[in-house]
């Protein structure tokens, strides 16, 4: 698919307002290469009382788009473990980084 034909099928999408399915379509190229895409047995959002996603983030220090995918994380305001960090941790590092401006 060339990237015209994604912003058309994903405008069309939006229009019969469809945006997750929209955002399938327009996934930024950095996912195809995340290091996560070989685990889809481990949890990356782990549901509250469990483990803060230690599996997880271990798979996320190997992987070469992890600058991108917490920067993806905090722009999207995203639920689980993206770029090694939890939404929790996320939260943190964003106040402290506001802070320290």
Known sequence: MQ???ERFWAAL???HD???LADLV???SWMARAACRAHPGVSFFPVRG???GAPAKAICRSCSVLAE???YAVEHEERGIWG???ERERRQ?????????
């Open 3 to 5: 990237p015209a034909d």
């Open 13 to 15: 999408l939006r229009a």
């Open 18 to 20: 469809a945006p997750e």
């Open 69 to 71: 995918c917490y920067a």
């Open 84 to 86: 090694g960090t939890s």
């Open 50 to 52: 469990e483990s803060t």
């Open 26 to 28: 327009c996934r930024p």
């Open 93 to 101: 590092l964003t106040r402290r980084s506001a802070a320290a401006s």
